[in-house]
């Protein structure tokens, strides 16, 4: 079985309010002092959730079809990191141009309805193995395994 990681603690609303004023403090540059200023939190955690969440220029909500072109330009110039090619879209992380990309974008992906058989592999194989859904979505070509899951959960309604 597969290391399990530690548990995320989640961010209390005091401590985005700690980082934000952190961050105005010292220009979100010396994520050590903003980590003193917030005072539950490591440095690096700081910075990850200032990058990938508080940051005001952050875009949220529904991609544009220029960022879509823009993200399927930037994949085809051959962008090695997701943090590299979320430098180029103004507003979106990381996360969120690895996740348009997998689930909406790649071309790879197979977005028909799912058949039956599919199904049944899904049902089937989840009730051998377990949530592995990398390990049922491999079996199935074209569907993700955020796809695969999702599907899972619509059976078991």
């Known amino acids: 079985a597969a290391p399990r990681r530690a548990p995320v603690e989640r961010w209390s609303p005091e401590e985005d309010d700690r980082l934000r004023r952190g961050v105005d403090m010292f220009a979100a540059r010396n994520w050590r002092r903003i980590s003193a200023v917030v005072g539950t939190k490591k440095a690096v955690q700081c910075m990850q959730r200032w990058k990938r969440s508080l ?4 875009k949220k909500g529904r991609w ?3 960022e879509d072109a823009l993200l399927i330009e930037l994949i085809t110039q051959g962008y090695k990191t997701w943090a590299e090619l979320s430098n180029r879209i103004a507003g979106r992380s990381a996360k969120q141009c690895r996740e348009r990309w997998t689930h909406h974008l790649n071309p790879a992906v197979n977005k028909d309805v799912f058949t039956p058989e ?4 899904i049902v089937s194989t989840q009730a051998a193995i377990g949530n592995r859904w990398s390990h049922i979505a491999a079996m199935l070509p074209g569907r993700t395994e955020n796809a695969v899951k999702i599907r899972w959960k619509t059976c078991h309604r």
């Not at 940051?55 to 952050?58: F, H, K, N, S, Y």
Request: aromatic fraction near 10%; hydrophobic fraction near 20%.
């Open 64 to 66: 544009t079809q220029e």
């Open 118 to 121: 599919e199904d049944w592999t």
């Open 55 to 58: 940051r005001p220029d952050l």
